[in-house]
């Protein structure tokens, strides 16, 4: 774990999105649809902030990353353009090559514990991962998966 973790996203993606359209109900539907990403970083990559648009959902969302240095982890925040409301952050560290950053939020007015999960990365790809668990952490249920592909070099 450095503060330079997400230096790999700096730049302009594409996204491909598939996400569980009921989660926590045992469904297995998923919606695929497009976005585009713009990254960057700042405090000398101790921090990382991205915007990405929905264009077929009518909304975009934004995401802040910052690096606690005592703490040696990263706290992520979420904030949507539906909503306006930043999210509970999640927190966690890189371990070879996954980032793995933990939380709890809220999914239909109930409590769940929520997991981001950065996997895949190379140059040009990435991979975003969104769980839940509603067992204390004993199982967890994808519902929401992120594809991104380079689109400067």
Not at 5 to 13: M, T
Not at 56 to 71: I, N, P, Y
Request: hydrophobic share 35%; net charge negative; aromatic share 16%.
């Amino acid at each position: 774990m450095t503060i330079n973790d997400f230096d790999f996203l700096v730049g302009s993606w594409t996204v491909v999105n598939r996400r569980l359209t009921k989660p926590l109900t045992g469904g297995d539907e998923w919606d695929e649809f497009p976005a585009t990403c713009t990254a960057r970083t700042f405090f000398d990559g101790a921090g990382s902030f991205d915007e990405i648009h929905f264009p077929t959902k009518g909304f975009s969302g934004s995401a802040l990353r910052s690096f606690d240095h005592e703490a040696g982890e990263w706290f992520i925040y979420w904030v949507n353009s539906r909503t306006g409301h930043l999210q509970p952050p999640v927190s966690g560290v890189f371990t070879d090559g996954v980032g793995s950053m933990y939380g709890d939020d809220q999914h239909d007015g109930d409590p769940v514990r929520v997991r981001y999960q950065w996997s895949e990365i190379t140059s040009n790809t990435a991979r975003w991962e969104q769980a839940f668990s509603v067992d204390g952490e004993r199982t967890w249920e994808t519902n929401w998966i992120m594809e991104f592909t380079r689109v400067d070099n």
